[in-house]
Structures are given as structure tokens and as C-alpha cells.
């Protein structure tokens, strides 16, 4: 049984990754902001309270971060780590603002770096840690998607793949892989409804892709499927 900590789990690819974590037996901690926790956990929670367990983080708290780090700490050791909230900003060039940058920053680069800081002894030695990325984030294929609307969303999943690399790179003479992973259009509130995948095809795509990640595979960034993306 391993245990597997994912961020963002009340609802769309961090409800999928519990699910489906629970459902091959693994201890899984459902990270949620306060209050935000829905039905679908708890009713998987109501499953087997033992397996699923529920703890409160809004990631816009350094303050926050520190509190859940502590709740693991010492409680837990993670052989999987997924850092999976995230947040997509909406506004063309002419109507950016700087709340939206910050925010985008914040949870989709910035809290992630200071969880993998605040957990990093709660880790096992052998643990995967997993960032959710998006092809957007991708430098070399840039120009796919010059025209959306997703600045401040690209330019942070860029700045989530550069601690990605560096995190792996300081962490290279350990036995940890650390992985950016994007994992495709997918039919959440963020990917919209028109998405190429189901929540169910995309978590079962990644979970078999994080069960067969190695040491080779430590700072790199890829599609669901295992296949390199560009940087
Ligand atoms: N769906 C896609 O097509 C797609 C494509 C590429 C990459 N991704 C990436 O995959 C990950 C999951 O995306 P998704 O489609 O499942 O998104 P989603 O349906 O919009 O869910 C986002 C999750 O992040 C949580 N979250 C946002 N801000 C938070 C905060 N300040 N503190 C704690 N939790 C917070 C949300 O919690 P609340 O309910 O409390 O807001 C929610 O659980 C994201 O990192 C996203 O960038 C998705």
C-alpha cells in the first residue's frame, strides 16, 4: 500500500487521483481548501475513513503550507506527492492585471515549491513527486498557443518546470524522481467540457506512468502517455 498525497482533490484530475488511488488500495491524503471539501470526497471518505484521509490547505498561505507540512510530518511518509491544484487565468494581452499573475504564481508555481520545501523530510526515500503541468508551459511549442488567452497560466506552469528541473537536479544523488507531467485536454471546470479526455482516461494514463517512472526519468517533463515534451 502506498501512500499518496495529492493537492486539489475535491475536484476534477485531483478528485480523479484519489479515486483511483483509493480504489487500488493505497492511503491517500485529499488535500482541499477549508470548507471547499464536496460530496464526492466524503462519500469516498465514507468508503473507508482509514484510507482516505482529509486535510485543510489554501494555497495562497505560505502560512497555510507550514500548517499541512506539519500535519503530515511525522504522521505520514509519502511515496507519492502530487502536486496537482491549480488555476487558470482568462485575460488577453490589454486587460492583464496583476492580481491574476499573482495568483496564477501563487498556486500553480510558487505554493508548490514551498510544499515540496515543507515535506521534503516527510518524503520516503524512494518517493515520486509529480507536478501537474500543461503543454503550455512549453517554450519550444510556444507558438501553438501564442493566440489564447493563458499568459499568466503558461508563464507559471514555466516557472513550475524550472523548479521542477532544479528541485531534481539538487536532489540527483537521492533515490527520488521528481517529474513534470502534463496530462492533456481534459473534461474538468478548468479544461471545459469540450476537452479530448476524460478525468478517468487522463489519472488512469498518469498513475500507470507514475508507477513505471525511474531514476532516469528524474527533471523531465512529459505528456501522459511518458512521452518528452520540449522544454
Ligand atoms: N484540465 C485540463 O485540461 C488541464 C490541462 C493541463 C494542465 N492541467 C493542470 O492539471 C491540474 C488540475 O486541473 P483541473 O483541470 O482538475 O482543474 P480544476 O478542475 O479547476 O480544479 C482545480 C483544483 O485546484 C484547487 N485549488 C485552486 N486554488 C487553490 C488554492 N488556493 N488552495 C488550494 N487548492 C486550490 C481547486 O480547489 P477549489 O475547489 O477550492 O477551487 C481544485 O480542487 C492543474 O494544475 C491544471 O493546471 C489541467
Known amino acids: 500500500m502506498k501512500t499518496v498525497l495529492v493537492t486539489g482533490a475535491n475536484r476534477g484530475l485531483g478528485l480523479g487521483f484519489c479515486q483511483q488511488y483509493f480504489a487500488q488500495g493505497d492511503l491517500v491524503i485529499a488535500v482541499c481548501r477549508p470548507n471547499a471539501c464536496q460530496k464526492a470526497l466524503l462519500a469516498l471518505k465514507a468508503l473507508d475513513d482509514k484510507r482516505i484521509r482529509i486535510l485543510c490547505a489554501d494555497l495562497h498561505s505560505q502560512a497555510s503550507i507550514s500548517q499541512l507540512a506539519a500535519n503530515v510530518s511525522g504522521n505520514y511518509t509519502l511515496d507519492v506527492l502530487i502536486n496537482n491544484a491549480g488555476v487558470s487565468a482568462n485575460e488577453p494581452f490589454g486587460q492583464w492585471t496583476q492580481d491574476a499573475f499573482v495568483d496564477n504564481f501563487m498556486v500553480n508555481s510558487i505554493a508548490p515549491s514551498l510544499l515540496c520545501q515543507a515535506l521534503i523530510d516527510s518524503l520516503a526515500s524512494r ?75 487522463a489519472v488512469g494514463q498518469i498513475i500507470g506512468l507514475i508507477s513505471s517512472l525511474n531514476k532516469a526519468d528524474n527533471g523531465t517533463f512529459m505528456d501522459e502517455k511518458g512521452t518528452q515534451l520540449p522544454w
Not at 173 to 195: F, H, L, N, R, Y
Open 127 to 201: 518517493a515520486k513527486v509529480i507536478q501537474l503541468s500543461s503543454g503550455v508551459a512549453s517554450i519550444s511549442h510556444s507558438n501553438q498557443f501564442a493566440q489564447a488567452p493563458l499568459d499568466a497560466y503558461a508563464m507559471s506552469k514555466a516557472a513550475l518546470n524550472m523548479f521542477t528541473r532544479r528541485l531534481a537536479l539538487q536532489l540527483n544523488d537521492t533515490e527520488k524522481v521528481i517529474c513534470a507531467i502534463s496530462p492533456g485536454w481534459v473534461q474538468t471546470d478548468m479544461g471545459g467540457q469540450d476537452a479530448t479526455s476524460t478525468v478517468q482516461e
